[in-house]
């Protein structure tokens, strides 16, 4: 399946409804950590105005999401 052109923005919003809650912000860089499962990877979402498709992939890895699932939440 083909990965979603997304923001960081709408990143962190599809990310907070599979379970994941804003921690700490440097810069342009958001740290989420997983609110009920901690052995899930902290994951840092560049806001961006668009997140590269290598990053976007990377960052379904580290949450163990599939591109079905988070493209079902967006």
Do not use: W
């Not at 902290?42 to 999401?65: T, W």
Request: aromatic share 4%; charged share 30%; glycine share 8%.
């Amino acid at each position: 399946m083909k990965l979603p052109v997304i923001s960081g923005k709408g990143a962190v919003k599809a990310f907070e409804k599979l379970g994941y809650a804003p921690v700490r912000q440097k810069g342009s860089h958001i740290r989420m950590k997983h609110l009920s499962d901690a052995s899930k990877t902290p994951i840092s979402i560049p806001n961006h105005k668009v997140l590269g498709k290598g990053l976007l992939r990377k960052l379904l890895r580290d949450a163990d999401i599939t591109v079905e699932e988070f493209i079902k939440v967006i």
